[in-house]
């Protein structure tokens, strides 16, 4: 065969195989859809849908059906106490959510109480929603896991019913403004002017210079006699008052060197408040506490949180 023939008809093979190859090696159409088509399937989840209920921790509403948390015995209206050694009860609802959901085949650990009062420890295999028996139950988590954060707390509004509220949110919501001071304070003494004030004046002054370091503090004061606060009180152990804890904001956790039980002089409220707004200028570390201490040291500040039009001043 001619050298003019050969030339030719071999680049036209090499187009072919540059052409038809990649054709060849990718996966069909009807593949990358998952099972029930339509959509993709690749996310990883353990099957628990939850709310707060007024409870302190997450109450699990649903547990779907074939499921790892199913198979692992786990019911509707156990309470969920921590996600990936993360305290539930401190955590909003995207990142629990978050939490909940990862890669197939990949796990994440839950700590369960179960209705008749035992604790589970369950490691979740998380399986792709495709994996589910019912197509609804897989599309409807595929859409969950694309939205964003805002996209999924307005869904979650717009679906939650008017008993699903967290305690949290009335700190979460103020930590996007800056730190929080908590004040738990017996009927008998009342708030104390002398926190309120320096608080106050602090902001005043804050406002009016607008530096870079322009940090507000919110301060929200509880009667430990008062049954709308009895979850937070649980929660901080609050046995009398006056009893303050001071929120950083972006610490990952509030360690007991930000709670004082007992009444706090001028000097000290002074001391306590510079030394949160020093905290709360702190890269933020990342510290999780297991699972089994549930004390007031665990909390875990997120971003996300149960809508503040659900407080319990609106009841």
Do not use: W
Not at 11 to 33: H, N
Not at 48 to 56: G, P, R, T
Not at 63 to 68: A, N, Q, R, T, W
Not at 103 to 128: C, F, H, W, Y
Request: net charge negative; charged share 20%.
């Amino acid at each position: 065969m001619r050298p003019v023939v050969i030339i030719p008809l071999v680049l036209v093979l090499l187009t072919m195989v540059v052409v038809a190859l990649p054709l060849l090696m990718s996966e069909p159409e009807s593949t990358k859809q998952g099972s029930h088509g339509g959509h993709t399937g690749h996310v990883g989840i353990v099957g628990l849908q939850y709310a707060f209920l007024n409870k302190e921790y997450p109450v699990i509403t649903r547990v779907i059906d074939e499921s790892p948390a199913a198979l692992a015995g786990i019911s509707k209206d156990d309470l969920l106490l921590s996600v990936g050694h993360k305290n539930a009860s401190m955590m909003g609802d995207f990142d629990i959510h978050q939490e909940l959901c990862g890669d197939p085949n990949s796990s994440v650990q839950v700590t369960i109480k179960a209705k008749n009062g035992s604790i589970l420890e369950r490691n979740l295999m998380r399986i792709q929603t495709s994996d589910l028996p019912k197509e609804a139950d897989s599309k409807y988590l595929d859409e969950l896991a694309l939205l964003s954060q805002e996209d999924f707390l307005l869904r979650r509004d717009a679906t939650a019913k008017p008993d699903d509220f967290s305690y949290t949110s009335l700190i979460m919501h103020s930590l996007h403004q800056g730190p929080v001071v908590l004040e738990f304070f017996a009927d008998e003494t009342g708030a104390s002017p002398e926190l309120g004030s320096a608080i106050e004046n602090h902001n005043k002054k804050d406002s009016l210079e607008q530096t870079a370091n322009h940090m507000q503090i919110t301060l929200l004061s509880c009667d430990i006699d008062d049954k709308a606060y009895r979850d937070l009180i649980k929660h901080f152990k609050v046995t009398a008052g006056p009893t303050y804890v001071f929120v950083p904001g972006n610490r990952g956790v509030i360690l007991s060197r930000n709670i004082e039980r007992g009444p706090l002089s001028a000097a000290q409220i002074k001391s306590r408040l510079a030394d949160l707004l020093y905290e709360a200028k702190q890269p933020i570390p990342q510290i999780h506490t297991a699972p089994a201490v549930v004390g007031p040291e665990i909390e875990e500040q997120n971003s996300s949180y149960t809508p503040i039009g659900k407080s319990r001043s609106n009841r």
